[in-house]
């Protein structure tokens, strides 16, 4: 329309995952069916624990969809894989891959959980309602990551912040493989455009984040969508308000570490 300013430019390319597999490496592949085939090593995570002295423990589980009947630590987050083919946060090509979530969960060695005012231990399916806005589907597959920290260190924010670094530098593996995907055999893609209209009137959306100083943090813009590593925390800008564009909210420019 006449007078419409376009400021940036977002390009979210999905690619949906219809199996995951433990591998001695990571991999992406294309199946006949045209959905991709994700391969996970494991023993990864061991070597990432090695780098975090904090961290005592670090296991992967994949559970398939129907296998949600089963105990878990106090869930610590729900991780989309998102990945920056091009540009930064909210605008450029993103590359998502959908059918598949992280649960990040955590307890330190005495059963403590992490970051947890009101616990979410026990069975997964009945501490989480699937198929809503930033939980997994009922279709999906789960990549339940669970992390245990020495003794009482998750109430020093130096805990959580450990375990949500092993956990991004696992999912960064995922995310060298996905930037690499061929651009044009994605499932679905969406086109988003960050615009003013001079003279309209303008729309704010205030979100109240956590950042508590102790065991919680929220980060923002870091180098990949929904990311850890290389983000900002709200408790070392000591809560100021931040102004973010559309579509960095929607490239996934906030990460709640609780």
């Given at each position: 329309?006449?007078?419409?300013?376009?400021f940036r430019?977002?390009c979210?390319?999905a690619?949906h995952v219809?199996e995951?597999?433990?591998?001695e490496r990571?991999?992406?592949?294309q199946?006949?069916?045209?959905?991709?085939?994700?391969?996970?090593?494991?023993?990864a995570?061991?070597?990432?624990?090695k780098?975090?002295?904090?961290?005592?423990?670090?296991?992967?589980?994949?559970l398939?969809?129907?296998k949600?009947?089963?105990?878990v630590?106090?869930?610590?987050?729900?991780?989309p894989?998102s990945?920056?083919?091009l540009g930064?946060?909210?605008e450029g090509?993103?590359?998502?891959?959908?059918?598949?979530?992280v649960?990040?969960?955590g307890?330190?060695?005495?059963?403590?959980p992490?970051?947890a005012?009101?616990?979410?231990?026990?069975?997964?399916d009945?501490?989480?309602?699937?198929g809503?806005?930033?939980?997994p589907?009922e279709?999906d597959i789960?990549l339940?990551?669970?992390?245990?920290?020495?003794?009482?260190?998750?109430?020093h924010r130096?805990?959580p912040?450990?375990v949500?670094?092993?956990?991004d530098?696992?999912?960064?593996e995922?995310?060298?493989?996905?930037?690499?995907?061929n651009?044009?055999?994605?499932?679905e893609?969406h086109?988003?455009?960050?615009?003013?209209?001079p003279?309209?009137k303008?729309?704010?959306?205030v979100?109240?984040?956590?950042?508590?100083?102790?065991m919680y943090?929220?980060?923002?813009?870091?180098k990949?969508?929904s990311?850890f590593?290389?983000?900002?925390s709200?408790?070392?800008?000591?809560?100021?308000?931040?102004?973010?564009?559309?579509?960095?909210?929607?490239?996934g420019a906030?990460?709640a570490?609780?």
């Amino acid at each position: 329309m006449d007078g419409e300013i376009v400021f940036r430019q977002l390009c979210i390319k999905a690619y949906h995952v219809s199996e995951v597999e433990e591998s001695e490496r990571f991999s992406l592949k294309q199946r006949e069916d045209g959905s991709y085939l994700l391969s996970l090593n494991p023993a990864a995570l061991s070597e990432f624990r090695k780098e975090e002295p904090l961290i005592t423990d670090a296991r992967l589980s994949i559970l398939p969809p129907g296998k949600r009947h089963i105990p878990v630590n106090s869930i610590m987050d729900v991780i989309p894989i998102s990945a920056k083919v091009l540009g930064r946060l909210g605008e450029g090509i993103t590359h998502t891959l959908t059918g598949v979530y992280v649960v990040l969960t955590g307890a330190d060695t005495e059963g403590n959980p992490i970051s947890a005012f009101g616990n979410s231990d026990g069975m997964l399916d009945e501490h989480m309602i699937f198929g809503r806005a930033g939980t997994p589907g009922e279709d999906d597959i789960i990549l339940l990551l669970d992390v245990t920290l020495k003794a009482m260190e998750g109430y020093h924010r130096t805990g959580p912040d450990a375990v949500h670094r092993l956990c991004d530098r696992f999912c960064q593996e995922i995310r060298e493989k996905l930037k690499k995907l061929n651009p044009g055999k994605f499932t679905e893609k969406h086109s988003y455009q960050d615009i003013a209209r001079p003279g309209k009137k303008k729309v704010a959306l205030v979100k109240l984040v956590s950042g508590q100083g102790a065991m919680y943090d929220t980060h923002f813009l870091a180098k990949e969508p929904s990311a850890f590593l290389g983000g900002r925390s709200i408790i070392d800008i000591t809560g100021a308000p931040m102004i973010l564009s559309p579509n960095e909210y929607r490239d996934g420019a906030i990460r709640a570490l609780y």
